[in-house]
């Protein structure tokens, strides 16, 4: 059975899609957050214009949501990173390697042209409890 995801604690879907989706798995839940973008919550508009700015703002937008399921950062098993600009990667992964200090999930990592509102990146996430 789907369960759609929905808390005000991160930003409204900008399309036809749910902040994520949980499905009923064996004895536990798998968990598909929609990919998350820079967004503050309470005013809709991009968080900061710099990289650091905007990928501290895509994981509390993430933890917004893993709080709403009940999961935390190391229920994540699965990211995909999509950044605007690969000359940004490492500063990307020191930020988002600090909410993993053991055991960090699978990753991929693509450079795409564009992202929604021009957002530097944006993370997507598939979560297990």
Known sequence: MKQIINTKNAPAAIGPYSQGVAVECGNGKMIFLSGQI???PTTGSLAGSSIEEQTKQVMTNIAALLSETGAHFENIVKS???????????????IYGS???????????????????????????????
């Open 38 to 40: 820079a967004l503050d």
């Open 80 to 94: 995909t990173i999509f950044l605007k600009n690969f000359d940004h990667f490492s500063t990307v992964n020191e």
């Open 99 to 129: 909410y993993f200090p053991k055991d960090p999930p699978a990753r991929s990592t693509v450079e795409v042209a564009r992202l929604p509102k021009d957002a530097l990146l944006e993370i997507e996430c598939i979560v297990v409890l």
